[in-house]
């Protein structure tokens, strides 16, 4: 994998740590601005909300810009927006901030994505997508659980800093290291933004988006409520949960990887073995959820499954949107980030129920089989393979 991919990684990783970091700051920030942290958890809704909308939107506006300024750009005004959210009194500007961060983060992933897909052989997309994402991967075993730490003993505002550092080398790295010859993707010999949109209602590439937001609705969905079940049902302290976070981070890690290298040549085994035992891992999780070593065994196992079948769908995405060279990876970040935004509404809103804290993981099941009973008719497409598929 060139060098450039990796750089890209890197403000992914900086990225991925500033969605995920608020799990842990919402109480500082609430008492610091003067807030409810009900209230102060609209800041993660308004982040992914700004992650859907801007995806295509943002990338759309940016199509006619070289790859390289473009993610400059995007990677300068994410860097900005959380300096002046680190220097914020204000709940408000706080709030725009993140909007703006999001949009940033929309439009700089959806230009990377197309970005990493040219710089390798077209038989390693697959591959070059599971470098990319490891990024987000990473964030959740280091960048998270590091920014908790750092939030703790210096306030809320000092993780903020930290992300803005990140972006700094990632900074240096994009303007160095992207190749220019990636530059030259002016106007000239792209298709018109009308054809690339016309995509959008092929059933193929719809079929694999709603799979991708299905099953990345389902990680998130049981990812975002791990905490009860592992201080409530398995009865441990506060401090397994960032274990736990950072073990189910770690599976992610080897998933994306192992998956990434097989999305390419052969996606077939992943679905079909990855799917079902993603299916039975949820609920088995939320059954022996009270036996601690069972329940970081299954944590690890999940989110090894959980990114193997999450990237080699949105894989999927930018195969099959191979015809919208400028917008396929805004298709994929969509269709991750409206997962990452309903899988925690649907999933929170089983807590109420007898199931208690552990409703959102049979709600995780819930998801998965719903994208399994979807794909199953269409499994050739979904698999990539091109001979006797279902016609769609």
Not at 7 to 32: C, K, N, Q, R, Y
Not at 51 to 61: D, E, F, R, T
Not at 105 to 121: C, R, S
Request: glycine letters at 12%; aromatic letters at 6%; hydrophobic letters at 60%.
């Amino acid at each position: 994998m060139p060098l450039p991919l990796y750089l890209l990684a890197l403000a992914v990783f900086a990225m991925g740590t500033s969605e995920f970091m608020l799990a842990g700051l919402l109480p500082d920030i609430a008492l610091d601005l003067g807030v409810t942290v009900g209230t102060a958890g609209s800041l993660t809704s308004a982040y992914a909300i700004g992650m859907i909308v801007g995806a295509p939107l943002v990338a759309a506006s940016a199509r006619n810009l070289p790859r390289r300024p473009a993610l400059l750009s995007f990677l300068l005004v994410f860097a900005a927006a959380h300096a002046v959210g680190a220097a914020s009194t204000s709940f408000a500007l706080l709030f725009c901030t993140r909007v703006v961060a999001a949009l940033a983060n929309a439009g700089f992933l959806a230009v990377a994505m197309t970005a990493a897909a040219a710089l390798v052989p077209p038989d390693r997309k697959g591959r070059a997508l599971a470098v990319l994402l490891s990024g987000t991967t990473l964030a959740t075993i280091v960048g998270v659980p590091g920014g908790a730490v750092l939030g703790t003993e210096l306030g809320w505002q000092a993780t903020f800093w930290a992300v803005t550092a990140l972006c700094l080398p990632a900074a240096v790295g994009i303007v160095e290291g992207v190749p220019a010859e990636h530059d030259a993707c002016g106007a000239a010999g792209k298709p018109a933004l009308r054809t690339e949109l016309s995509r959008l209602t092929r059933p193929r590439l719809i079929l694999v988006m709603l799979l991708g937001a299905l099953v990345n609705a389902a990680t998130f969905g049981g990812l975002t409520f791990l905490a009860p079940v592992v201080t409530g049902t398995a009865g441990l302290g506060e401090l397994w949960v960032p274990v736990a976070l950072v073990l189910f981070g770690a599976g992610s890690f080897v998933g994306v990887t192992v998956a990434g290298r097989m999305s390419d040549r052969n996606p077939g085994p992943v679905v079909t073995v990855a799917g079902p035992l993603l299916l039975i891992g949820w609920p088995a999780l939320a059954v022996l959820a009270h036996r601690p070593v069972a329940l970081f065994t299954l944590v690890f196992v999940q989110g090894a499954l959980s990114f193997a079948l999450g990237s080699t769908l949105i894989a999927r995405v930018l195969h099959e949107a191979a015809g919208a060279p400028t917008m396929a990876g805004a298709y994929a970040t969509a269709a991750l980030n409206v997962g990452a935004a309903v899988g925690p509404v649907a999933a929170g809103a089983t807590l109420g129920t007898g199931a208690g804290p552990l409703g959102p993981l049979y709600a995780s099941g819930l998801l998965v089989a719903t994208a399994l009973l979807i794909a199953f008719p269409f499994l050739r497409v979904v698999t990539g393979a091109r001979s006797g598929e279902a016609r769609l």
